[in-house]
């Protein structure tokens, strides 16, 4: 098993290596491939190159286009250097690890209320509920990552919108608590994801490292991703988590494991840190939000991954590693 410290940095060259035409340093990734992938470079596919990541990223190999690297995607129960990483539990509702920003705990809440994988799987966010928390955190993150990726069009039309959400990714996630595995695995299938649709391995390469270098060393110093003030970004924040170059810890509150909201979807869960043990028995101090916790929503999603991972395995393949 690989070090602590290690489990993040993977060597970039275990990505594969894609041929194809050398990107201009002048044009950035986003546009790049909006117009080698589909056709022309608008913000309409603009956003088509943050929907294919992101939603490959989560369900694994759903579509064209497609060179042939395996995803497994984020939703399966998997292993990533020798432990198992299960990431479908900050999203269905099973633990108290949701920044709700109103609350001063983490709470419980289901993020696959509207349609599931299914959408997912047509290039959507959601069955189209524009309230619905799916629909919200997924269309929030394309419109991140159109800022990570440098999508010069975004905001120029209603098609792809400015990303109005936090600026601090450290606020977004900070009751997650997530360790280097969590976090080493979402972002290796990001990365794998871009890959996957067509990325050369120096752009595959530069997109693992910014999600590396930006969020995956606890306590780094704030940052400007978005234009405005320096932010706290780190969300590798696990004790564990490899420490920032130049780390400033008291930037950052206590770290806590999120407490179970639900037993039955937890599972055999269990979170060690220096501020103690979660697991499906010590639900700690942490508050649950009035619509309680959907659990049949959540197998309903848990069972469309299944249905869907077996009708996509006959083509491209969803592999659980």
Known sequence: MKSLASTILVSSLSFPLLAGAQRPSSVSI??????????????LTQRLVQTHILNTAIIGNYTSPNVGVSVTGIAPVSIFNGTEVNLLKYFDAAL????????????????????????????????????????????????????????????????????????????????????????????RQLALAAASIGFSSED???????????????????????PGEPELQAICIHDSCPLAANANCALYAKSFAPGVANTSLAGNYTKTNTSGIANATATGGYIAPSAAVPSVASVAWKLGVDVLAAVLVGGVGILTL
């Open 204 to 226: 595959t390469s530069i997109w693992f490292n910014t999600m590396t270098g930006l969020f995956s060393s606890r306590c780094s110093p704030p940052t400007v991703v978005l």
């Open 30 to 43: 986003c546009d790049f491939y909006a117009e080698k992938l589909f056709g022309n470079n608008t913000a």
């Open 96 to 187: 108290y690890s949701t920044n709700d920003g109103k609350t001063n705990a983490g709470v419980a809440k289901l993020f696959l209320d509207d349609g599931g994988p299914t959408p997912i799987s047509m290039n959507m966010a959601s069955n189209g509920n524009v309230n619905s928390a799916q629909y919200i955190l997924l269309t929030h993150v394309w419109e991140y990552f159109g800022v990570l990726l440098n999508c010069s069009k975004q905001g120029t039309d209603a098609s792809s919108p400015s990303y109005a959400g936090n600026p601090s990714m450290y606020e977004v996630h900070k009751y997650m608590n997530l360790d280097p595995y969590e976090q080493g695995w979402f972002v």
